[in-house]
Nanobody, 123 residues
Framework: QLQLVESGGGLVQAGGSLRLSCAAS????????MGWFRQAPGKEREFVSA????????YYAASVKGRFTISRDNAKGTVYLQMNNLKPEDTAVYYC????????????????WGQGTQVTVSS
């Protein structure tokens, strides 16, 4: 089993920044592409960003492109999501996920999930 633990969420004012981290353990981290998803109250979980095992290929939802940056440190077994210029509509629980397949944009493409970290952006 691959365990994923997110951290770095919190309360921030609009225009502010946060960096989320997701630490993986239990399996070889470089076997997995990683993704970030988010879920706001009353809404479905949606794709935010994904990164290939090498870190070479990165993908973003249109709503976050230019503001969020995904990265990974394979030596540390950690994936990051740098979130800049945050907006109230970014408020959600953010989840990291891992897949042995390619870094896709849909939830069913991922095999392992973290417990989530709350991000709240005040206006």
């Amino acid at each position: 089993q691959l365990q994923l633990v997110e951290s770095g969420g919190g309360l921030v004012q609009a225009g502010g920044s946060l960096r989320l981290s997701c630490a993986a353990s239990g399996r070889t981290f470089t076997n997995y592409a990683m993704g970030w998803f988010r879920q706001a109250p009353g809404k479905e979980r949606e794709f935010v960003s994904a990164i290939s095992w090498s870190g070479f290929n990165k993908y973003y939802a249109a709503s976050v492109k230019g503001r969020f940056t995904i990265s990974r440190d394979n030596a540390k077994g950690t994936v990051y999501l740098q979130m800049n210029n945050l907006k109230p509509e970014d408020t959600a629980v953010y989840y990291c996920a891992a897949t042995l397949g390619p870094p896709v944009t849909f939830t069913t493409g991922y095999d392992y999930w973290g417990q989530g970290t709350q991000v709240t952006v005040s206006s």
